[in-house]
């Protein structure tokens, strides 16, 4: 009776395997940051190139002369605040890759952002992020 036992274990064991390694993957990520095909990802590129310099995602045009703006008890100018409200429609839009979004930048603004614009757009970033998952 005890070999018994020991056999059952074993094969619960066994049968659970497989079930908890599925449950353990994370949900799939799209392969073109967070686009489902090149063309997509592209439409989106092209959007925001337009747009960034003189457009609706312009961080000049994203926020408001003589305001306050603070996130997460940090104070922000009215430059810092427009690049926190670009990180942030850059997840609105789509783009899942934080890296790739940092890399962009430069290509979007035609220069590399100073630093506190460039956390500016990470905090912006993650905020919609964490939002989405609320």
Not at 12 to 40: M, R, T, W
Not at 47 to 74: A, C, F, W
Not at 79 to 99: A, S, T
Request: charged share 25%.
């Amino acid at each position: 009776m005890p070999n018994s036992r020991i056999l059952t274990r074993v094969r619960l064991f066994v049968s659970a395997v497989p079930v908890i390694s599925l449950l353990s993957c994370g949900a799939p990520s799209l392969p073109y940051h967070g686009f489902a095909n090149d063309a997509a990802l592209s439409n989106a590129d092209d959007y925001v190139l337009k747009e960034s310099i003189g457009g609706q995602m312009d961080p000049r045009n994203m926020s408001q002369e003589d305001q306050r703006y603070t996130h997460d008890g940090i104070a922000y100018d009215r430059n810092e605040e427009g690049y926190y409200q670009w990180g942030m429609k850059m997840y609105q839009l789509g783009y899942r890759d934080e890296y790739y979004v940092r890399d962009f930048e430069e290509r979007a603004f035609k220069h590399p952002l100073l630093d506190s614009y460039d956390k500016a757009v990470q905090a912006g970033y993650e905020a919609a992020m964490n939002q989405a998952k609320h």
